[in-house]
């Protein structure tokens, strides 16, 4: 049971190239989230899931997609990246809506 | 105003002491609350939930104040490993995250 794990730990993408965040869950979970934590801030949800098949989006999802084919899977789409998208990423999953989450570790993202 | 405020910090404190942080929630119709843990470079964790009727583990005591909006952590007999960012999150419709309180416990 790896709980949530997200690929990679480290990117350094350079402006306008495109990227995808990975994040799988191995928990059944049906709610899985993006958020973005920048320093001194709180984490930002930037877009999430009730089950496969169903996004919608959070506080900040301006230049980000996301899909849901699987109940596993739940990547992240930068499709141009820019300087304000450097931040650390967090995916979590939760089994119900207000139910506790389950954290990955992490994807520190650097755009230059 | 922010959701869910909280003072940066950082609080620096000896080993041993009690510490204190507070969060305050602007969404009355928050239904749950919860404290976090994050060590520097790695995901939060769960500390523990937070009760109207308060609740304790081990060295921390979490408590709800519903009529003024909110919530404190108390820390006693600090460890050095207690050094982390505390953040206070609410849910309501979606969970909402505070910044962060930075706790550092010196030698």
């Known amino acids: 049971n790896a709980g949530v794990t997200q690929t990679p730990k480290f990117r350094i993408l350079k402006i306008g190239q495109s990227m995808t965040l990975q994040c799988t869950q191995d928990?059944?979970?049906?709610?899985m989230y993006w958020y973005r934590q920048d320093p001194g801030m709180g984490l930002k949800l930037i877009y999430y899931?009730?089950?496969?098949?169903?996004?919608d989006k959070g506080e900040v999802p301006n230049g980000y997609n996301v899909s849901r084919s699987t109940t596993e899977d739940f990547p992240l789409r930068l499709e141009l990246a820019a300087p304000s998208q450097t931040s650390v990423y967090f995916c979590a999953s939760s089994y119900l809506s207000g139910n506790l989450y389950t954290f990955g570790s992490g994807t520190r993202l650097t755009v230059v | 105003r922010k959701e869910v405020e909280q003072d940066p910090g950082p609080f620096n404190v000896p080993e041993g002491a009690t510490v204190a942080f507070n969060c305050t929630y602007s969404?009355?119709?928050?239904?749950?609350f919860f404290w976090y843990r994050q060590d520097c470079r790695k995901e939060p964790k769960l500390l523990m939930s937070?009760?109207?009727s308060g609740n304790e583990d081990g060295r921390f005591t979490a408590q709800l104040n519903r009529a003024s909006q909110y919530i404190s952590l108390l820390i006693r007999d600090s460890k050095l490993s207690d050094s982390a960012t505390y953040l206070c999150?609410?849910?309501?419709?979606?969970?909402?995250f505070g910044p962060g309180t930075r706790l550092s416990v010196l030698p």
């Open positions: 899931s009730v089950g496969a098949g169903i996004t």
């Open positions: 999150v609410a849910f309501g419709q979606n969970f909402v």
């Open positions: 969404n009355s119709a928050s239904q749950s």
């Open positions: 937070v009760y109207s």
């Open positions: 928990m059944n979970h049906n709610y």
